[in-house]
């Protein structure tokens, strides 16, 4: 079967203690970084300096997802500044295989987003652009809200569309992944799981992830 990856959310950790908070996970894959900006989602979090402080601060590679306007503009500094992978909201960019080039050629790997509602059809011809294709499970802007069952069709499709191509592209799923829903997601066929309160609300986050690991391989 596939590999399975786990990105905590650092949306639901500490932001006070972040290198704490990203050394509480060790057995994570990536340390997903929320970056929004209070325009493209109703949310404010963090943004540049902050990853470039992080990426210094953990071994564990950043996942930087980028909820924000003109991703264009700022995807590649993203790059630049250490993480390990950088995806954009596909209707935030005006140019987004300019964009995932340009996240590739500085070293990093390149994800397209998709929200709740948005088919994935359309980007059907753009996976060859991609390293990772992102189905949000919830609507983007805050943590702690229920995965939404309506995205595992699309799940399924977006599983033929990548296993019908050559090149190995990651199907990452974000947003109320926990104990409960994983499997779903997994069955669907995704195979990298964000999930920020049901690491960071737990008593023992490592301990969290281990369990996601083992129930999406069931
Ligand atoms: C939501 C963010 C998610 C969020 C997920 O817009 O993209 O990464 O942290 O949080 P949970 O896992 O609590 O739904
Ligand atoms: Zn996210």
Request: glycine share 8%; net charge negative.
């Amino acid at each position: 079967g596939v590999a399975i990856q786990i990105s905590p959310s650092i949306l639901s950790a500490d932001f006070a203690r972040l290198a704490d908070e990203a050394a509480a996970v060790p057995n994570a894959d990536w340390l997903h970084v929320d970056v929004m900006d209070g325009h493209f989602v109703p949310n404010l979090t963090l943004g540049l300096p902050v990853v470039e402080s992080l990426a210094r601060a953990t071994d564990t590679p950043l996942d930087c997802h980028l909820m924000i306007e003109d991703p264009d503009r700022w995807a590649p500094a993203y790059a630049e500044a250490g993480a390990g992978s950088v995806t954009v909201h596909a209707k935030a960019a005006r140019a987004p295989v300019r964009t995932l080039r340009e996240i590739r050629r500085l070293g990093a790997r390149a994800g397209l987003a998709l929200n709740p509602a948005e088919p994935v059809e359309p980007y059907a011809d753009l996976v060859g652009e991609m390293d990772m294709l992102l189905l949000m499970t919830v609507e983007p802007g805050f943590g702690g809200q229920r995965f939404l069952d309506l995205v595992l069709p699309k799940i399924r499709r977006a599983r033929e569309i990548l296993d019908g191509r050559e090149a190995s592209v990651w199907l990452q799923v974000d947003g109320g992944v926990g104990d409960d829903t994983i499997e779903r997601a997994a069955e669907a066929g995704a195979d990298v799981f964000v999930a920020g309160s049901a690491v960071y609300g737990a008593q023992d986050p490592s301990k969290a992830v281990d369990s996601l690991r083992a129930r999406a391989a069931a």
